[in-house]
C-alpha cells in the first residue's frame, strides 16, 4: 500500500508539472493524495519543501548515477555515450521530474534556488569533464566544448516532452541511436568507437 507520504510527493510532482509551482494550491495537492488539507501539513512541511525534495531526489539519484559512469569508464568515448545513455533513459522515464526540475527553479526563494542550482551544476561539470577530456585525448573535435555540451543536454532532455512508451522505438534503441548523435556531433570517428553492443557504423539494424 502506498504510504500517505508518498501520495503527497506523487501528486505534487502531477500537479507541479501540470500547473505549476504557484499555480497549485494547498487544497488541490489535498485532494489528488486524498487527504484533508488540515493533514497534509504532517506529510509535507511547506509547499516550498515539498518542491525542493522532489528536486533535490531526482538530481541526486542523476548525479550518484553519473558517479558511476565516471568510475566505470577511463577514456572519454566511452564516459560520453553512458552519460548519454543516462540521461536520455532518466528523462525519458521520469518526464514529470524533467519539467518540474527545468521549469520550477525560478519559484524557489533565492538561497534555495541556489541549493539546487549547485546540484545542476554538478551534473553539468561531469559533462564538461568528459568532453573536455575528450578534446584532450583528441577523441572530440569541437570548435565550443561549452556550446556544444550545452547543445547535448538539450538534445537528450529533449526526450522528456515527447517519448512515448508505446511508440515505435523502444528506450534502450532510442538512448542507443542519441549516443550515436552525441559523438557525430563532437566529432568523433564513428567508424570505431563502440557504442552499447555494437560497432557505430554498423550496418546492422538497430532494434527498433
Known sequence: MTSSGERVRVAALELFAERGFHGTGIRQLAERAGLSSASLYHYMGTKED????????????????????????DDAVPRLTALVRLHVTSHAERPLETRVVDDEVHALSPQRRADVVALRDRYESAWREVIDQGVAEGAFRVESAGVARRALLEMCSGVARWFDPAGPTALPALAEQYALLALRLLGADTRTAVVGVRRVGDDTPSPV
Open 50 to 73: 515539498l518542491l525542493v525534495e522532489l528536486m533535490r531526489t531526482s538530481l541526486e539519484r542523476l548525479l550518484d548515477a553519473t558517479a558511476d559512469v565516471l568510475a566505470t569508464h
